[in-house]
């Protein structure tokens, strides 16, 4: 079974709700759910969303939380995966942090808005869309 790793923005747009980023990243979330696919993301990015959400929808903030963890595993991010992105030189250490973490974790894909900042990456990342256009 393929192991996807979801960026954070792909968890932001389907928390937030964002316009017309939202539906792909909630028809990846029904897959996960019918258990055609496993997802994890970091614990970064799980604090990065837990961020957005206290400013954007406080009220639903742990709800929207424990949605996502129900469908989605933690990967954490130890010493070694900060001092990989550190030594990639990459321009955005965030996506650093995410890629080693994806490595780490033996994901197949990333699923990301974000793919420049991915160039050196080992393995496959797409858009939601690009992702779904593959099933």
Same mark, same amino acid.
């Given at each position: 079974?393929?192991?996807?790793?979801?960026?954070?923005?792909?968890?932001?747009?389907? +928390?937030?709700?964002?316009? !017309?980023?939202?539906?792909p990243? #909630? &028809?990846?979330?029904?897959? =996960?759910? %019918?258990?055609?696919?496993?997802?994890?993301? +970091?614990?970064?990015?799980? !604090?990065?969303?837990?961020?957005? #959400? &206290?400013?954007?929808?406080r =009220?639903? %903030?742990?709800?929207?939380?424990?949605?996502?963890?129900?469908?989605?595993?933690?990967?954490?991010?130890?010493?070694e995966?900060?001092?990989?992105? =550190?030594?990639?030189?990459?321009?955005?250490?965030?996506?650093?942090?995410?890629?080693?973490?994806?490595?780490?974790?033996g994901?197949?894909?990333?699923?990301?808005?974000?793919?420049?900042?991915?160039?050196?990456?080992?393995?496959?990342v797409?858009?939601?869309?690009?992702?779904?256009?593959?099933?």
């Open positions: 079974m393929k192991k996807l790793f979801l960026d954070s923005d792909i968890l932001l747009d389907l +928390s937030l709700k964002r316009s !017309v980023f939202f539906l990243a #909630l &028809n990846i979330i029904h897959l =996960l759910e %019918k258990g055609y696919f496993n997802a994890v993301t +970091s614990s970064v990015a799980f !604090v990065n969303i837990h961020y957005f #959400l &206290n400013k954007y929808d =009220l639903n %903030k742990f709800s929207l939380l424990n949605e996502i963890r129900s469908v989605i595993s933690i990967i954490n991010v130890d010493e995966i900060i001092d990989m992105a =550190l030594k990639s030189n990459s321009p955005d250490f965030e996506d650093a942090v995410q890629y080693y973490a994806a490595i780490s974790g994901c197949d894909a990333i699923i990301t808005r974000n793919i420049k900042d991915y160039k050196q990456s080992t393995i496959p797409l858009t939601a869309e690009q992702f779904l256009r593959t099933l």
